[in-house]
């Protein structure tokens, strides 16, 4: 374990028994709640200085900031009430009622819901931001704590101190739908940018555990973390920082091999930690001496990890870096970086196939390893299936290939859309909705880089105009035409509910030849990726 890559940088003093924090959108603030003095600081990380403190409701616990910045609400304990605080003026313009002893909050990615979990009610409640009124309660287990909100807004994982447990909520039934049982004091929770996993601190079992957001299991734990609190994650989903209140200190967790990188003492009783956006600070409260500790990211590279190809931009922080004349990934120049300032360097994978070190040259003669790149198998899209659909979306394509395990987003087009489920050899996902009818460009994003490989196709609704000839034989066997709109990517046609052979000449028109059937009319059916066409008795069976 390494203790000299992070060093703490200041120390704020903040309110009285200061618990959470977060930071605004563009990183220009931090918002502190103040449990004892029953107040929010306001930190400006331009000057790392407290600007205004606003006085809330008795008991402040979680915050959050809305997407656009320009609301905080502030659970506060001691008055079943959520604060609204406008950052413009730095007032508190409202306050929310209906909750029961309310600790964490989350708001949601479109800034239309707020959920807080109502301790005293055994609950989670969703607050609409419009009507300013709570408009859902969600029942939960025993003692719920802390949240967090899927990026894609459509699940809420909430941890349960009472039950040991964490549950997961569907926001658009707002219901229960996953139960993770066996933990022990579960408290702190955060979301990786891409969704996909979910980290919990287990106060009581010194770990911190990994969550598959689409299995809903437990996939990985980081043990020796000595009564771990809160935790936060790197805008580009690498680092994990975790607030040790066991031992006074804080670590950064690599989360591409779930290893421990460094740990920094010197804090006192942490509790909570959010990174700023550009992900190069982290503020963290400290409830012991009523401050806010400022921590610079561990030295390295960001991204550390990129395919065999290279091309992959780097951004390397570290310190005493301005006179770089060389950077080398291995044996290997880097194909190209350029010198930002003391602190950072911008440079570009070169093409090899094994892990390495990243060597920096100050001046003539001085060789500095300052970080590790990981080199992955180029993704190859072999295929997508199905190839076409609705123009509304909404059903599951499948991508397969190899080396898909760094995939972020599958775009459609300019849309881009966060998999349901990524293996290294196989990526699901929701298809989005589109404007117009035809062709869109599938590609799927990495890490590092993008590869388009195929193409799927928004149709629309199939229609019927003729079916000829319109009369055959009981027995089957007559060939028949049918004419009519949207039916390239026809699936099936039945004639009288009887599954028909049959082949696809144009957009326009297929051919089938018709199942044996009992006498009379029959209805043609033919069932596109756009939607189903019915031709009630057109066909009669003679």
């Known amino acids: ?59 402040p616990w979680g915050i959050a900031v809305t997407p656009d910045g320009l609301r905080v609400y502030v659970a506060c ?69 802390n949240l967090v909100v899927t990026p894609d807004g459509t699940e809420v994982y909430v941890t349960e101190e009472g039950a040991n447990a964490v549950e997961v909520i569907n926001t658009a039934t707002n219901t229960v739908i996953a139960t993770l049982p066996g933990l022990s004091f579960p408290r702190g929770v955060a979301v990786s940018p891409d969704g996909e996993r979910v980290y919990v601190t287990e106060y ?41 209140d066991g031992d006074d200190s804080v670590s950064a967790l690599d989360l591409v091999h779930n290893e421990i990188t460094d740990t920094v003492p010197g804090f006192h009783a942490p509790s909570w930690l959010a990174v ?104 190859i899209l072999t295929r997508i299936s199905p190839t076409s659909g609705r123009l509304s979306g909404g059903n599951t394509l499948t991508v397969t290939g190899r080396g898909l395990i760094t995939i972020t987003s599958v775009h459609f087009g300019d849309v881009a859309v966060t998999p349901s489920s990524v293996l290294d050899d196989r990526v699901t996902v929701t298809v989005p909705p589109a404007e117009t009818l035809g062709p869109v460009t599938v590609t799927v994003v990495t890490r590092s880089n993008s590869y388009g490989r195929d193409t799927y196709t928004y149709v629309g609704s199939p229609g019927i105009t003729s079916v000829t000839p319109s009369t055959g034989s009981t027995a089957g066997g007559t060939p028949v035409l049918i004419a009519g709109s949207e039916l390239a990517f026809t699936q099936s046609v039945t004639i009288g509910g009887v599954a028909a052979a049959f082949g696809v000449i144009s957009n326009t028109r297929i051919v089938a030849v018709t199942p044996p059937h009992a006498a009379g009319p029959a209805s043609v059916v033919v069932t596109t990726t756009g939607g189903t066409a019915t031709a009630p008795g057109v066909f009669v069976y003679t």
């Open 204 to 244: 009581g079992g010194n770990k911190l555990d990994l969550i598959n957001t689409a299995t809903h299991t437990i996939v990985a734990t980081v043990t020796g973390l000595p009564i771990p609190f809160g935790v936060a994650v790197s805008p580009d989903g690498l680092v994990a920082y975790i607030a040790r």
């Open 1 to 59: 374990m390494n203790t000299n890559n992070l060093l703490l940088v200041d120390e704020i003093p903040v309110g009285h028994a200061p618990i959470m924090a977060a930071i605004s959108p563009d990183g220009g603030y931090v918002y502190v709640t103040n449990f004892g003095s029953s107040s929010v600081s306001v930190i400006e990380t331009a000057t790392r200085s407290v600007v205004t403190t606003i006085g809330v409701t008795s008991g």
């Open 77 to 145: 304990f001691g008055t079943n009430r959520v604060a609204v605080i406008d950052t413009a003026t730095r007032t508190v313009t409202a306050t929310i009622p209906g909750l029961n002893k309310p600790l964490g909050l989350a708001v949601s990615p479109d800034g239309s819901r707020i959920y807080v979990a109502s301790q005293g009610g055994n609950r989670v409640d969703v607050i609409s931001t419009a009507s300013g009124t709570v408009i859902a309660s969600v029942p939960v287990g025993t003692g719920p704590r």
């Open 276 to 379: 700023t956006p550009d992900g190069l600070e982290v503020y963290v409260v400290n409830n012991g001496n009523e401050t806010v500790g400022v921590l610079p990211t561990p030295s390295g590279a960001y991204p550390d990890v990129g395919p065999i190809s290279g091309g992959t931009p780097v951004n390397i922080i570290g310190e005493g870096l301005s006179n770089t004349t060389a950077v080398r990934f291995g044996c290997e120049p880097a194909d190209s970086f350029t010198v930002v300032n003391d602190e950072e360097i911008l440079a570009v994978s070169p093409r090899l196939i094994t892990d390495v070190k990243i060597d920096a040259t100050l001046g003539q003669n001085t060789l500095r390893t300052i970080g590790r790149f990981y080199y992955l198998p180029d993704s």
